[in-house]
């Protein structure tokens, strides 16, 4: 179900967005909302893709478990479908997280990893992370006139791990532009702003109802977008100083410590229903993963609102059952 359900969020997504080309030639701009066409209900519906990963993992774990080939078959298509759906929607951790699905089932039925597998899996991840926004997200527009060979000699003149950890200093940057800077402390008020967040589908576009993230790039860049997310240590400090980095950090590390105990136990304890154990396992990681490098709570439940019905939904059927006993 969840397979079918991700792969019609997709034609569905273009339908509204104008069509593929459309779509191809604006990747950025409707990641940004800064493309001519703005569509809510678009955007609502391409979020739903994201099932596609559910039904990727779960379609692998089974085969995992009791090697059929129909379930490889199946696992295949969704691994297809998967970066589809990322060239389309432009995000690179929705293009790494499948590929990082190789390492982390084997991990966690063995406790290993092939040295084979981590470097292949390790060499397509630091691929996408470099070559993802410059060119993968951008080869089929009609607008880009970069060959594969500019670009990578582009990459070549800063260096491979240059340009890998260039990627990831846009959280640094906001901590020390902060800390440099006579802007204000946002008082904890991220941390709850997010409830505010149905109100910009109601045409609210006052300042005061806009995340962090607005915050943040007007800080960096003069604009007030939501381009620039602080990351995890940003969030904490621009909204309550050392405080802010000590009380939340310790909440964080206690939720994650309950939530690993509580996986752990379930996959140690159950027999019958491992696939969708370790399918939920993988999917939480991945959720905390996109959770510390974006660090906006709005950006986050907004971009994670499949993930919370599918919780909820397997809540509610007692599918499963949240106990640390």
Not at 30 to 44: E, H, P, T, V
Not at 200 to 229: A, C, F, H, Q, R
Not at 251 to 272: A, M, Q
């Amino acid at each position: 179900m969840l397979f079918f359900i991700g792969l019609a969020a997709l034609p569905l997504m273009l339908s509204r967005y104008g069509g593929i080309s459309y779509v191809i030639n604006n990747v950025s701009g409707i990641r940004s909302g800064q493309a001519d066409i703005k569509d809510y209900l678009g955007s609502f519906i391409g979020m739903f893709a994201s099932y596609l990963f559910y039904a990727f993992t779960y379609f692998y774990c089974r085969y995992m478990f009791c090697k059929k080939k129909s379930l490889l078959l199946l696992a295949s298509l969704c691994f297809l479908a998967l970066l589809v759906r990322s060239l389309l929607l432009g995000g690179r951790a929705s293009m790494i997280t499948p590929f990082l699905v190789f390492l982390f089932i084997p991990l966690i039925q063995g406790g290993k990893v092939s040295l084979p597998s981590l470097i292949l899996v390790t060499g397509v991840v630091i691929a996408i992370i470099v070559l993802g926004k410059t060119y993968l997200f951008n080869m089929f527009s009609s607008e880009f006139n970069l060959s594969f060979s500019e670009v990578y000699n582009m990459q070549k003149e800063n260096g491979l791990f240059a340009s890998v950890f260039k990627e990831f200093e846009h959280q640094y940057c906001s901590l020390l532009m902060f800390i440099d800077s006579d802007f204000p402390y946002r008082y904890g008020t991220d941390y709850f702003l997010w409830l505010l967040k149905p109100l910009k589908l109601l045409k609210v576009n006052e300042t005061w109802v806009d995340s962090i993230s607005y915050y943040n790039t007007y800080m960096l860049l003069g604009d007030w977008d939501s381009n620039i997310p602080p990351g995890f240590l940003g969030l904490a400090y621009i909204n309550l100083g050392i405080v802010g980095i000590v009380v939340q950090s310790y909440v964080w590390g206690r939720v994650i410590r309950i939530l690993d105990d509580i996986f752990k136990r379930k996959i140690k304890s159950s027999s019958t229903n491992l696939s969708l154990i370790f399918t939920l396992y993988i999917v939480m990681f991945d959720f905390m993963w996109y959770a510390l490098q974006n660090g906006d709570p709005a950006i986050i439940i907004q971009s994670n609102l499949p993930l919370i019905v599918l919780f909820a939904y397997f809540l509610i059927s007692k599918k499963i059952f949240l106990d640390r006993g």
